[in-house]
């Protein structure tokens, strides 16, 4: 949920929902500072990470269900999936 929290504050407070060429910067200091307070969790590509978990699952009561079932390496790995499965369709 901690991870969902993040990406979420991420995209609504840091960046707007907007994708700006700032971001890498924000990236970088962010986890920079994360990691520095709470470990290596936070490094980019895991910021990165909390942040489409935060696009792709919007409501915070499914996201809640689902941290209770499942680790972070699983909802990764459904990550991909979604990944995959959009980059198949836009070939198509």
């Known amino acids: 949920m901690m991870f969902w929290e993040v990406g979420h504050f991420i995209n609504q407070d840091l960046l707007k929902s907007e994708r700006v060429i700032y971001g890498k910067q924000i990236f970088a200091t962010l986890s920079q500072q994360l990691q520095k ?3 290596e969790s936070f490094n980019v590509d895991n910021l990165r990470r909390m942040m489409r978990f935060a ?4 409501d915070k009561q499914i996201v809640t269900s689902l941290a209770s079932q499942l680790t972070w390496s699983h909802i990764i790995e459904l990550l991909l999936k979604f990944l995959k499965l959009r980059l198949i369709m836009q070939m198509t």
Do not use: A, K
């Open 55 to 58: 696009q792709r699952f919007t």
């Open 37 to 39: 307070n709470y470990g």
